[in-house]
């Protein structure tokens, strides 16, 4: 008869062998990095998960089943979601309503939670690093401002690119509606799972991307990030060492008129960039 001693030395000999799996296993049991993608069905989601299977075990995850997705799970429902983070080396987290325009209630029922969910259940199953796809809406009011009203409305009569000051990711946020505010409430979680539990975390603040990958309007000569540009700074994010252990990098591309400084992700994470939006000026 199974006594209440034998029980737990089972139960302790189970958690002793999962874990003993966990530390020897640095980059997963295929022999490649196992990367969880949150939001893998959205445009920046299906860009990513494609372009990194080459070099990382890639797994999907959306709201929807679709392509690229292997879990079908509601990113604001914890227990729903929890278990597909064991095993994995990093997340990507893109879940969210990605619309800039989402309401209060959509950031409050959705975006939030989607987030605070992610970082817990990377914390449970001791993940290695979390991405966090913040937004440059976080500091969107800047845009309000001169020169920065000026570039993204195109009017360049009197400005110089190169003496442009580019905002740095230190400085005061101001979000421009209830997206950016859910994103720098990530921002700010994402530096309290770092700090209390040790749980790196790199928080990008990405620009402008689009299906069209390429500017189609007047500001995103200043805001876009192409395809090349992310995924290159998505797989610097992967391959930054142990010591990054909290991060704030905007994702712009190149470009001339860009007003967000990257040459901190440039000495961090090594991302360098390739395009500039002013190749498809006409």
Not at 92 to 104: G, H, Q, R, T
Not at 260 to 267: K, L
Request: charged share 25%; glycine share 10%; aromatic share 10%.
């Amino acid at each position: 008869m199974l006594t209440a001693l034998d029980s737990f030395r089972t139960t302790l000999g189970e958690f002793a062998s999962r874990f003993s799996m966990r530390a020897e296993r640095p980059v997963g049991h295929t022999g490649r990095t196992q990367v969880l993608v949150t939001g893998a069905g959205g445009t920046i989601g299906r860009i990513l998960t494609g372009a990194l299977s080459d070099e990382y075990a890639v797994h999907g995850l959306d709201a929807k089943a679709g392509p690229g997705v292997q879990w079908a799970r509601d990113m604001a429902k914890l227990r729903r979601a929890e278990g597909v983070f064991e095993g994995m080396d990093a997340v990507i987290d893109l879940a969210a309503d990605a619309s800039v325009s989402a309401s209060w209630k959509s950031v409050r029922q959705n975006n939030i939670p989607a987030t605070l969910n992610a970082f817990e259940a990377a914390r449970k199953a001791g993940v290695r690093r979390v991405i966090f796809a913040s937004s440059n809406h976080v500091v969107g009011m800047y845009e309000r401002d001169e020169p920065y009203a000026s570039v993204v409305a195109g009017a360049y009569d009197g400005l110089d690119p190169v003496a442009l000051h580019r905002l740095g990711a230190d400085v005061a946020i101001r979000p421009d509606g209830p997206y950016g505010v859910g994103k720098a409430f990530g921002e700010a979680a994402a530096r309290y799972y770092a700090e209390m539990y040790g749980l790196s975390v790199i928080c990008l603040r990405i620009g402008t991307v689009n299906a069209a990958n390429r500017p189609t309007n007047t500001r995103q000569f200043a805001t876009l990030l192409t395809h090349r540009d992310l995924v290159h700074l998505v797989r610097c994010c992967l391959a930054a060492p142990e010591s990054v252990r909290f991060g704030v990098f905007y994702g712009v591309s190149a470009n001339t008129w860009r007003f967000w400084d990257i040459d901190d992700a440039r000495e961090t994470i090594g991302y360098r960039p390739q395009d500039d939006a002013e190749r498809w000026r006409s």
